[in-house]
């Protein structure tokens, strides 16, 4: 951390944030993980958010995730079968004649 305006508990809160993927997460959804050493929330909250400016300037913004609508079938795990003029797709589950 090279920023001079960091007092030394921001440095030591940015430092402590580094050192778990769950902190460093709650950071960059804006949640701002407590410590158990002493910090203002008002140092707390300004050493989060440049410790997120850092981050989204070096790596860009956060992958977002998307509904899923599609997945993947192995050749044997589906059959197509045509009915009364209409194609149908049997899909096979683990419990016999369970619907999906």
Known sequence: MS???LC???RHYC???LKSYDRLQGILQRHYPRPRFTIAWKDLKQAG???NRLIRAREGRTPRVRRGRSFC???NMYR???ENSAQYLSIMTLARRDRL
Do not use: H, M, R
Request: proline share 0%; net charge negative; charged share 30%.
């Open 73 to 75: 079938l192995d050749a």
């Open 49 to 51: 958010n440049y410790l």
């Open 80 to 82: 197509v079968f045509e």
């Open 15 to 17: 430092f402590w944030i």
């Open 3 to 5: 920023n001079k305006n």
């Open 8 to 10: 030394e508990e921001q």
